[in-house]
């Protein structure tokens, strides 16, 4: 994922700094998203984090590469915890998704 977030990245959908934390099983991963440009690193971050979300990989696989949306359900039923789901269709949108 993190290697075609370049090609996908859409300019001007966020017009301010925006950190999201994905923990992802095992694995974290941050990324900053600005209205021109993007950074992605493995692991966590010591900056303030606007978005935070926990989710298997198989759904994250599922929402960025088969366009699931997750519903209401999604979230109440466990599947995914986010302090901030607001965000993430946005998110998404920064990326063509």
Known sequence: MISEMEAAFCQGVFDCDTVFLFHLEQDTVTIMVGADHYRAVKGGTPEPVDCECITSAEMFRKI??????????????????????????????????
């Open 64 to 97: 960025w590469y088969d366009g699931y949306r997750p519903g209401i359900m999604d979230f109440l039923g466990g599947a995914i915890r986010c302090d901030n789901p607001l965000l993430l269709p946005r998110f998404l949108k920064a990326f063509g998704r």
